[in-house]
C-alpha cells in the first residue's frame, strides 16, 4: 500500500526537521520526506495546517486484560490509545494472572495481533505474582519479547531482591522500572502527607515514601549498572535525586504524568473526588512546578500517562475505599499542547521527544524517525483542535479522569502504524 501525506509541519528533532513537507509511504515504511512528492497509486491525505510527528508511545498503561476486563481490555484500551494519538503502549503486569511468564507475554502479544489498534509493548513483572519475594521467570519472558520489568502497583521492599532484579536484568540489556513506594512508610496513606491530609482528615502517604525508594533503587543501579527508569515521579526531591544520578553518568531515567503536572492536593476538595485518587498521590504546586521546570530542562525523559480504568461502581465510593488510579490516554497529548506547547515551555521538537522518540529508547525499540527507511508509525495533530474533555467521549470503558470539563486545544486527528491508519479525522478505522 502508498499513502502520501501531503502539505503537513512535519517535525522530528531527531533529523532536524521542521518544515512544511510531504512523506511518501509504501509498505509501511518511509520511502521519501520532501516538497512536492507525487505518486501514481495510492492514497494521498491532505494535511495543511496539520502537526506530523513519529508516533507516539505511551511506556505506562494498564490495559488489565487478562482478569480485569469489567475495567479495560485490550480491544478498548487500544482504541483510546489510538483515539489519543498512540501508536505503541507498553502494558503494565500487574493483571491476574501476573505476567511473570512467557505464557502470559504470549498470550498478551496475540490478543494484541488479534484486536489491537496500537502497537503493544509488554513488561514482565520483577517478582512471581508481585510478591517481591521470587524472582519471576526474567529470562524466559525475555526470550519471548520482553524489554522492561516492572512490579507496578507495588514497591520492591526488599533491597536485596531489588539487587538480584536488577543483576538479572542488567544481563539482558533490560530496564527495570520501578513503583517507588516504602509501605512501611505509606501504610494506609490516601492523600499527599501534610496540609492535604490534615485538611481532609485522611491517612497521609509521605513523600519520603517515594523518595527513599528512589535513592535506593539509584544506589542499586550503581552497584549493578542496571538500566534504572523511575516511574511516576511526583516530588522535587526525588527528581533532583534522578538530577544528580544523570550528571554522575548514571544509567538512570524517569516519567511524569499529566495528572502529576497540571493538578495538585489542593484539587482534592471536601467532595473527595475519588478520580483524584491516584498512586503516587497528588502533591504540592511547589512539587508540581518543579516536575514542569524537569520536563522543561531535560531532567524527565518522558511523559507517560499511567492509564489505570476502573469501573464505575468502585470509583463512586467512599474515598479510602476506592481504588487508586486515572485514566489518561485520550487527555494526554491534548494538556501536553495546551499547558506546555502553546504556552511556550517546550516547543514541539521536546514534546515529540518526551512522548515518542525517549520512550522508544528506553524500552530498546526501533526508532522512528522521519525519513527514508523508517517504520511508518505517525502521529496527526491539528493544533487548533479546540474542545472540551467529556465522558461521553471517551472509548475506554472508563471515565474515571481528572479532567473531565477541562478545555483543551489541540489533539490527534490521525494515527498511522505501520503505514495503516487506525484513527482517521479523529474516528477509529475498524
Known sequence: MALLLKNARVIDPQVELDT?????????????VGQDL??????????????????????????????????????????????????AVCAMPNTAPVIDNAVGVEYVKARAAQVGKCRVIVSGACTKGLEGEILAEMGDMHAHGVKAFTDDGHGVQDA??????????????CVVMPHCQD?????????????????????????????????RDIALCRLTGCPLHIQHITTA?????????????????CEVTPHHLFLTEDDIDDTYPTALKVNPPLRTAADARA??????????????TDHAPHTDWEKDREFELAPFGMIGLETALSLVLTNLVKPGVIDYG??????AVRPRAILREEPVRLEAGSIADLTVIDPDAAWTVARADFLSKAGNSGFIGAELVGRATEVYVGGYATLKDGVIVE
Open 350 to 355: 521536546r514534546m515529540v521527544d518526551l512522548m
Open 183 to 215: 509501605d512501611s512508610l505509606v501504610g494506609e496513606g490516601q492523600v499527599n502527607e501534610g496540609t492535604c491530609s490534615t485538611r481532609l482528615g485522611m491517612f497521609g502517604w509521605p513523600a519520603e515514601g517515594e523518595e527513599l525508594e528512589i535513592m
Open 291 to 304: 516536575l514542569i521546570e524537569g520536563v522543561a530542562d531535560g531532567t524527565v525523559d518522558a511523559i507517560v
Open 237 to 253: 526531591r526525588g527528581l533532583q535525586l534522578v538530577r544528580d544520578a544523570k550528571a554522575e553518568g548514571l544509567p538512570v531515567t
Open 160 to 173: 536485596g531482591m531489588m539487587r538480584r532484579v536488577m543483576e538479572y536484568a542488567s544481563q539482558f540489556d
Open 38 to 87: 507525487a505518486m501514481e497509486k495510492g492514497e494521498t491525505v491532505d494535511l495543511t495546517g496539520k502537526v506530523l510527528v513519529p508516533g507516539l508511545v505511551d511506556m505506562h498503561v494498564h490495559l488489565r486484560e487478562p482478569g480485569y476486563e469489567q475495567k479495560e481490555d485490550i480491544a478498548s484500551g487500544t482504541r483510546a490509545a489510538a483515539h489519543g494519538g498512540f501508536t
Open 20 to 32: 512544511v513537507c510531504d512523506v511518501l509511504v509504501r509498505d509501511g515504511r518511509i520511502v521519501e
